[in-house]
């Protein structure tokens, strides 16, 4: 089982940045996909960045060039960059994983909200 914790979560203007953290509670290593989805009120949640065990990012295309997925296997940390963040990224974001076992895990969820 893994266990994800996700902060960083607040308000913020639009054309502004915040940096998401998720914290898994076992190594990276056992890891085969790791992902950043969000739900807005009243929308199916979606997949906002991926990334696999070999380094593979994938991003949904509203955030391409936008926002940056990355991992620090060190501290068994996944981070989700957002710059020039837009009124419709406002929703709650969810760390997930999918095991080498291929078990699905979620986080709690954080909420960013864009507004002026």
């Known amino acids: 089982q893994v266990q994800l914790v996700e902060s960083g979560g607040g308000l913020v203007q639009p054309g502004g940045s915040l940096r998401l953290s998720c914290a898994a509670s076992r190594s990276l290593a056992s890891i085969k996909v790791l992902g950043w989805y969000r739900q807005a009120p009243g929308k199916q949640r979606e997949p906002v960045a991926i990334?696999?065990?070999?380094?593979?990012?994938n991003y949904v295309d509203s955030v391409k060039g936008r926002f940056t997925v990355s991992t620090d296997n060190a501290k068994n940390m996944v981070y989700l960059q957002m710059n020039n963040l837009k009124v419709e990224d406002t929703a709650v974001y969810y760390c997930?994983?999918?095991?080498?076992?291929?078990?699905?895990?979620w986080g709690q969820g954080t909420q960013v909200t864009v507004s002026s």
């Open positions: 990334i696999t065990a070999g380094g593979t990012k």
């Open positions: 997930q994983t999918v095991t080498l076992n291929n078990g699905w895990y």
